[in-house]
């Protein structure tokens, strides 16, 4: 495809797509708790607006990456297929002129109202996900979304550094969770599109190893997270609330992941993705909930 065949006038919601709003959004919400949970007392909004500002803008300037550099893979899947650049909606270089352009104004915001750990954490969070996943990892290895899941795990670790520019073990906590869900999260997307992915040429786990072995590895995966998603309680970092909110998500999930591995059914891979989703935000809100269940309504100062 080249630059003439590409639309003249593009639409502000070709821009948008670029950023995968929904994907964002669910990182910011990790983001906000994180903010949420380092400190006692309510954060005030001189920190949570940049904060989020600049961690969503440098998000989807990462995001923007993505669609750059995976346009002639998306030309060849069928859930892809109609994203902004192989759909011709817009072209290379203006999908790269938008990704530095809001990749920089986010470090900016970061760098100048927040500080400068959360500025660079971000940076690099950015640059695994957009480079070292995008262009090497996922072309490279079926452990792909296992290393690569790293960078999108960062977001709480960015909320608790914006209020106290410093890395605590509890921000490294809520990191693991992120880390731990996202391989039965994106695995069981891969077992239901292991099709489009095997006539891509990625090497996803289940073109590479099999889907049976892929549906074993969501499984033990599954068993991980809910052990993990137990720590907030166990070390204090949340109450009753979120001990019995958490538990009901993880006997859930757990749930989907044994009818994947020994009863699925055509459509209990993709039935298990979207639920996952909806566990990680939902378990996050539960974290928000329970800090602020036993906080002072007190503005932060900062």
Not at 15 to 24: A, F, I, M, N
Request: proline share 6%; aromatic share 12%; glycine share 6%.
């Amino acid at each position: 495809m080249t630059e003439m065949t590409y639309k003249k006038h593009a639409h502000w919601r070709d821009y948008l797509e670029l950023t995968k709003p929904r994907v964002v959004l669910l990182l910011l919400l990790t983001a906000l708790v994180g903010i949420a949970l380092a400190s006692p007392v309510w954060v005030g909004w001189q920190i949570v607006v940049p904060a989020m500002i600049g961690i969503g803008l440098m998000s989807g300037s990462a995001a923007a990456v993505n669609h750059l550099v995976d346009r002639h893979i998306d030309a060849k899947m069928a859930r892809t297929l109609r994203r902004p650049l192989p759909s011709g909606a817009l072209s290379p270089r203006h999908v790269l002129s938008f990704a530095a352009l809001i990749g920089l104004l986010g470090f900016v915001v970061l760098a100048l109202w927040v500080n400068m750990l959360t500025a660079w954490l971000t940076f690099a969070s950015l640059i695994g996900y957009a480079i070292v996943y995008t262009m090497y990892l996922k072309r490279a290895t079926p452990q792909n979304i296992v290393i690569g899941g790293l960078a999108g795990a960062a977001p709480p670790l960015l909320g608790w550094t914006a209020v106290t520019n410093e890395i605590h073990p509890h921000a490294i906590l809520l990191v693991m969770i992120v880390f731990t869900w996202t391989p039965p999260h994106f695995w069981a997307l891969a077992v239901h599109r292991a099709k489009d992915y095997a006539k891509a040429e990625i090497p996803m786990l289940p073109v590479t190893h099999g889907i049976e072995f892929t549906k074993t590895l969501i499984l033990l995966y599954t068993i991980l997270l809910a052990i993990i998603c137990l720590l907030p309680y166990v070390v204090g970092m949340s109450g009753i609330i979120y001990l019995v909110g958490s538990s009901i998500l993880s006997v859930w999930f757990l749930g989907y992941a044994w009818k994947l591995k020994f009863a699925p059914t055509k459509t209990t891979a993709y039935k298990m993705f979207t639920f996952s989703i909806w566990h990680l935000m939902v378990l996050f809100v539960l974290l928000l909930v329970d800090h602020y269940a036993v906080t002072p309504a007190l503005p932060l100062v900062r």
